[in-house]
């Protein structure tokens, strides 16, 4: 587990202490499943006002993803925060990673983020289920399903006492 004073990075993101802060990250590029992530992102800040949803990476779709925050209002909620080389101090900072691809192999940051005791709600798609135990390091749901990305998500923000037991097996 990396040690790091999660309040000095989130007041470097800008994000106070009282927020949840569920990210993805990756390349932003389409089998990532990105816009399923947005679209789950809507539905949460809909049960959770005080969320930010982090977005570290950037690829071919960052213009048009930014565009589809906006398109929903809301791009407050939001922080495209780029190519980083930070990831191990980034991580700690999050209360689930979130990857919504349509397909991967390996998926090295559900690693990272276990590492991290981060919990993890990610697709039960190509090698993520070897990686992420269901019910145990985090949740697995259908691909291309933004409703049961967002269950999922709030699920584990409503009840801290499975979150905290998924970031301990994580």
Do not use: H
Request: charged fraction near 30%.
């Amino acid at each position: 587990k990396v040690n790091i004073d999660v309040s000095a990075e989130k007041d470097e993101l800008k994000i106070g202490n009282d927020y949840a802060v569920v990210g993805m990250v990756g390349r932003l590029e389409p089998v990532k499943g990105l816009q399923y992530f947005i679209e789950a992102a809507r539905l949460v800040i809909e049960e959770y006002s005080k969320i930010k949803f982090l977005v570290v990476g950037d690829g071919p779709l960052r213009d048009k993803l930014r565009s589809r925050c906006k398109k929903l209002n809301i791009p407050d909620k939001f922080i495209f925060t780029g190519w980083r080389e930070d990831i191990p101090q980034i991580l700690p900072i999050l209360d689930i990673l979130v990857l919504p691809s349509l397909n991967e192999a390996v998926g090295r940051i559900l690693i990272e983020a276990g590492a991290c005791g981060v919990p993890v709600v990610a697709t039960r798609v190509g090698g993520i289920p070897e990686i992420v135990k269901d019910n145990q390091t985090g949740i697995l749901v259908p691909s291309r399903d933004s409703k049961k990305l967002a269950q999922a998500i709030i699920l584990l923000l409503k009840d801290r006492q499975r979150w905290q037991s998924m970031s301990e097996s994580a």
